[in-house]
Nanobody, 121 residues
Framework: QVQLVESGGGLVQAWGSLRLSCAAS????????MGWYRQAPGKQRELVAS???????NYADSVKGRFTISRDNAKNTVYLQMNNLSPEDTAVYYC???????????????WGQGTQVTVSS
């Protein structure tokens, strides 16, 4: 099995910064895609940013120029650097990974437990 553990959420003032981390552990053969999603109260979960094995990245328009996603393949970890935060960024942030495990060579999607990010005005 694979576990994703997130860290780095919290309360920050507008225009502040936070860095989220998500580390995967378990029977991992490879991780094709890593990403961050968020869900605000009363809204659907939405993609924030994603990064593929080849370092290709994709961002939601609302975070372009403010958020940066990166990955450390040796640590099976994905990061989300969030700058110039606004109250509209308040949400629960979830990491997501597409993982091939060592025992069953089939891709599965795994989610983290979520970490709260609250931006005060």
């Amino acid at each position: 099995q694979v576990q994703l553990v997130e860290s780095g959420g919290g309360l920050v003032q507008a225009w502040g910064s936070l860095r989220l981390s998500c580390a995967a552990s378990g029977s991992i053969a490879s991780i094709k895609a890593m990403g961050w999603y968020r869900q605000a109260p009363g809204k659907q979960r939405e993609l924030v940013a994603s990064i593929l094995t080849g370092e290709s990245t994709n961002y939601a328009d609302s975070v372009k120029g403010r958020f940066t996603i990166s990955r450390d393949n040796a640590k099976n970890t994905v990061y989300l650097q969030m700058n110039n935060l606004s109250p509209e960024d308040t949400a629960v942030y979830y990491c997501r990974m597409v993982v091939t495990t060592t025992n069953i060579r089939i891709e599965h999607i795994y989610w983290g437990q979520g970490t709260q990010v609250t931006v005060s005005s």
